[in-house]
């Protein structure tokens, strides 16, 4: 063997031996999801709840107030009697921040800037094609996975599709563009969500086929919202906070058992709700009360379509506190033709 072979050889084994002594590195540590404010609104962090969160005008059984706790994420509008409890029946998607500057005609002035660094990927330009109106959304990059801030309501786009913007960056103007919501409540709605569906368009079409889609995968529908001013708190206290440990502590509402389907893709952009697995005989999913999903099981159990195996006990309706996903009450329950369609976005079934 020529010395070239034989030194080549050598330094192989050398190198082979050298890695065998080196103890593999440890896991690099999950990355937090470190999101500022998108306005200089700070209040939320002062404990100033009115100041922060734009109020909603309220009706209750003859008395009319202005509540900021409308403004708040959940089950926060449209109160009901039932018996001596009153039920919050409608569930708002995201949080609503109060205007700090107005010009002379009223006009809010705040400027809107991006909660985190990341790409542009979808502009609704025409304020009459949502209810959301004029709206932003940007793609994030955290640990390894996609989420999507959305900014509702703006009276002007300052930014375009593509554009990828720093932490900070302008995108908009604060407005009151949109439905439901008039110059003196303008108000920015934020969300932070996970994207259900990459072939949206192929449910949009199944389920309305008249409405149309203007908005593609970024449709308010395909976009589900987790509750983003519980996690600005949590983060203001635990900067290392990540959101699967945010996800972690969320109390479960109920729990569907769900053929596996390949035409699922939301556990390979989420890999942490199943723990990595992407296969399964069958999948629990653990909801909370907004349908927001917690967590994937694997099971060993055979089903051909969505079957609900628990559900929070609750007196009250069901329909009243899970978006109308779920119907009965106390021990009879199942799940709604809502629930079934919703279901057939997370876990399309052809």
């Given at each position: 063997?020529?010395?070239?072979?034989?030194?080549?050889?050598?330094?192989?084994?050398?190198?082979?031996?050298?890695?065998?002594?080196i103890p593999p590195a440890a896991a690099a540590p999950a990355q937090s999801a470190k999101i500022i404010l998108p306005t200089d609104n700070h209040a939320l962090f002062?404990?100033?709840?009115?100041?922060?969160?734009?109020?909603?005008?309220?009706?209750?059984?003859?008395?009319?107030?202005?509540?900021?706790?409308?403004?708040?994420?959940?089950?926060?509008?449209?109160?009901?009697?039932?018996?001596?409890?009153?039920?919050?029946?409608?569930?708002?998607?995201?949080?609503?921040?109060?205007?700090?500057?107005?010009?002379?005609?009223?006009?809010?002035?705040?400027?809107?800037?991006?909660?985190?660094?990341?790409?542009?990927?979808?502009?609704?330009?025409?304020?009459?094609?949502?209810?959301?109106?004029?709206?932003?959304?940007?793609?994030?990059?955290?640990?390894?996975?996609?989420?999507?801030?959305?900014?509702?309501?703006?009276?002007?786009?300052?930014?375009?599709?593509?554009?990828?913007?720093?932490?900070?960056?302008?995108?908009?103007?604060?407005?009151?563009?949109?439905?439901?919501?008039?110059?003196?409540?303008?108000?920015?709605?934020?969300?932070?969500?996970?994207?259900?569906?990459?072939?949206?368009?192929?449910?949009?079409?199944?389920?309305?086929?008249?409405?149309?889609?203007?908005?593609?995968?970024?449709?308010?529908?395909?976009?589900?919202?987790?509750?983003?001013?519980?996690?600005?708190?949590?983060?203001?206290?635990?900067?290392?906070?990540?959101?699967?440990?945010?996800?972690?502590?969320?109390?479960?509402?109920?729990?569907?058992?769900?053929?596996?389907?390949?035409?699922?893709?939301?556990?390979?952009?989420?890999?942490?709700?199943?723990?990595?697995?992407?296969?399964?005989?069958?999948?629990?999913?653990?909801?909370?009360?907004?349908?927001?999903?917690?967590?994937?099981?694997?099971?060993?159990?055979?089903?051909?379509?969505?079957?609900?195996?628990?559900?929070?006990?609750?007196?009250?309706?069901?329909?009243?506190?899970?978006?109308?996903?779920?119907?009965?009450?106390?021990?009879?329950?199942?799940?709604?033709?809502?629930?079934?369609?919703?279901?057939?976005?997370?876990?399309?079934?052809?």
């Amino acid at each position: 063997m020529p010395c070239s072979n034989v030194w080549a050889a050598a330094r192989s084994i050398a190198r082979s031996v050298l890695l065998l002594l080196i103890p593999p590195a440890a896991a690099a540590p999950a990355q937090s999801a470190k999101i500022i404010l998108p306005t200089d609104n700070h209040a939320l962090f002062s404990g100033d709840s009115a100041a922060f969160y734009q109020y909603v005008r309220r009706d209750f059984e003859g008395q009319i107030s202005n509540a900021w706790e409308g403004g708040q994420y959940g089950f926060v509008r449209n109160p009901q009697r039932i018996g001596t409890a009153i039920l919050y029946t409608r569930f708002h998607e995201g949080i609503d921040i109060r205007p700090l500057q107005r010009d002379g005609h009223g006009e809010p002035l705040d400027v809107i800037h991006a909660i985190a660094a990341g790409k542009v990927v979808y502009i609704n330009p025409v304020p009459s094609h949502s209810n959301y109106g004029r709206y932003i959304v940007i793609e994030h990059q955290f640990d390894g996975c996609p989420y999507y801030s959305l900014y509702a309501h703006l009276s002007a786009a300052q930014t375009n599709i593509g554009d990828t913007v720093a932490q900070g960056d302008p995108i908009g103007v604060m407005g009151h563009t949109g439905e439901g919501i008039d110059r003196e409540r303008a108000h920015l709605h934020l969300e932070l969500n996970l994207l259900l569906n990459a072939d949206f368009d192929k449910w949009s079409a199944k389920y309305f086929r008249g409405d149309g889609n203007r908005h593609g995968i970024y449709n308010g529908q395909n976009l589900d919202g987790f509750d983003i001013g519980r996690f600005y708190l949590e983060l203001h206290k635990n900067p290392q906070l990540t959101i699967p440990e945010f996800f972690q502590e969320q109390t479960t509402w109920y729990r569907v058992l769900v053929p596996p389907s390949p035409l699922m893709d939301l556990l390979r952009r989420y890999p942490w709700l199943s723990d990595g697995r992407t296969d399964a005989k069958s999948w629990e999913i653990s909801f909370d009360q907004a349908g927001i999903p917690l967590r994937f099981k694997a099971s060993e159990s055979s089903v051909e379509k969505p079957m609900l195996t628990w559900v929070k006990p609750s007196p009250y309706p069901y329909a009243l506190q899970t978006r109308g996903y779920i119907q009965g009450r106390e021990s009879n329950y199942s799940l709604s033709k809502e629930g079934e369609r919703y279901l057939d976005l997370i876990c399309p079934t052809q």
